[in-house]
């Protein structure tokens, strides 16, 4: 074989490994080259403002003594900023995967890491007080079955935080698509909702920044993001 149909057939090949390679395989290289990119690292200082905007605070004292969740967490170590209480759980399909290709860093995040299955979160009844989401109900597998776990390990009177991408194509990674109608009708049926905002997508920019600076833009049928605070009943 010469050599340029030897190049030619590797490049088939991997061209083809990423079209047919699982969502798992999709989302654990999305956060190898970030790792890459980052020095080795992964940063997280973004999480503070970004949750404490989510929940419309100014400070960790709200999660005083709690005991709080991320649920599609990633590595990154998305609860490590907060200081008022000591039990940060994250919870994410991968959490196995991560800790086996990052623990040096995931070590020093002072997270415990859960590994969810698309079935069952293996934390018990009601047992969270606060579980925050950054865009990642639209990368599960099943979405009803997962919304109803979090419903079950949240307790009564305990909160949903969320940041949820609306209206977007599905992907890989990414196999649903989210509508505010289905969220309120369905995702939070069983919630009293304190907060409910919604802008499209910013032309450029940072793209949570119509939320940090109170300018949300109208949605037309486009790309959108919904930040929701809610209660459970």
């Known amino acids: 074989m010469t050599h340029a149909r030897h190049h030619w057939f590797k490049q088939i090949g991997r061209r083809l490994f990423y079209l047919f390679r699982s969502k798992e395989e999709a989302e654990l290289g999305y956060w190898k080259k970030c790792f890459r990119k980052e020095g080795k690292s992964f940063q997280n200082e973004h999480y503070q403002k970004l949750l404490l905007a989510m929940a419309g605070e100014t400070d960790d004292g709200f999660l005083r003594g709690l005991k709080i969740a991320d649920f599609g967490c990633g590595p990154r170590g998305s609860l490590s900023w907060v200081h008022s209480t000591d039990t940060k759980i994250g919870i994410d399909l991968l959490a196995t995967a991560y800790l086996r ?21 293996p934390i018990p009844d009601a047992y969270l007080d606060t579980i925050f989401t950054l865009n990642a109900f639209d990368h599960v597998a099943d979405i009803e079955l997962m919304a109803d776990e979090i419903r079950r390990i949240l307790k009564p009177g305990g909160e949903l935080i969320g940041s949820f991408n609306l209206n977007e194509a599905r992907t890989k990674a990414e196999p649903h698509s989210l509508c505010e109608t289905w969220l309120r009708e369905s995702f939070f049926a069983g919630y009293e909702i304190s907060s409910w905002r919604v802008s499209a997508k910013p032309q450029s920019g940072y793209l949570y920044q119509p939320f940090l600076v109170d300018e949300l833009i109208p949605v037309d049928d486009g790309a959108a993001i919904l930040w929701v605070r809610a209660r459970k009943l």
Request: hydrophobic share 45%; net charge positive.
């Open 101 to 121: 290709h990052f623990p040096a860093v995931m070590k020093t995040q002072g997270m415990i890491y859960v590994n969810s299955t698309e079935k069952l979160i």
